[in-house]
């Protein structure tokens, strides 16, 4: 067997999936060029300072991604932070296909994890919910995936989603959510930090 079937035998064997293109940087630092405030009511503000978008504390403050962006076979990585408050910061609203998800981190008064909406179940009720601490002001670096059978998370190289969706109703929880869509990012009543969002698209992803 040569190196590179080793390879890709090991990386099967460890989960790694697919091979991927080169990641492609969604946040500049300095400023939220591609992105646009997503227009929820009552939201908070949102601002770029030194390195890192803050949003604001509010019922629900967000940024949308104002471009294109693939519906499967792709991966987003971010780090985000919980900057003040104790809900829901850092999730992220994707596309599934031709539908949408959200991947909620920290909600339901700060340790929920998962998928919201599966087979009409939230995040806080369905097969991916999961109980996590999260410090007050550490960053954790989280990493999606998407293909068309299998959405995945993980939080600091730890897997914490595993969902097969073949033949399950992938939706959003609350139709207000629509407005990060195609991509976007949102807190609850929190200062949610992000910085270092990238996305690449994966080769042979399934």
Do not use: H
Not at 19 to 48: I, N, S
Not at 66 to 74: D, I, M, R, S
Not at 77 to 88: H, K, S
């Amino acid at each position: 067997m040569t190196i590179g079937l080793r390879m890709a035998a090991l990386a099967v064997l460890c989960g790694w999936g697919a091979a991927g293109q080169e990641w492609v940087r969604m946040f500049d630092g300095v400023t939220l060029k591609g992105w646009k405030e997503t227009p929820f009511r009552g939201r908070g503000e949102v601002r770029v300072k030194d390195g890192v978008i803050e949003l604001g504390k509010a019922r629900l403050t967000g940024i949308t991604w104002a471009g294109e962006f693939p519906t499967t076979g792709y991966e987003v990585r971010f780090e985000a932070a919980r900057l003040d408050g104790n809900d829901m910061f850092g999730s992220i609203t994707f596309p599934v296909g031709d539908s949408f998800c959200t991947w909620v981190n920290g909600g339901w008064d700060g340790t929920v994890v998962g998928l919201s909406n599966l087979d009409g179940d939230d995040a806080s009720e369905n097969d991916t919910s999961t109980a996590r601490d999260f410090d007050q002001g550490r960053w954790y670096k989280f990493r999606l995936e998407v293909t068309e059978k299998r959405i995945r998370g993980w939080i600091n190289e730890a897997l914490v989603v595993d969902a097969d969706i073949a033949g399950r109703r992938v939706e959003l929880r609350e139709a207000e959510t629509e407005l990060c869509t195609p991509l976007g990012f949102m807190s609850y009543w929190t200062v949610g930090g992000l910085r270092n969002i990238e996305y690449r698209r994966l080769r042979g992803a399934i």
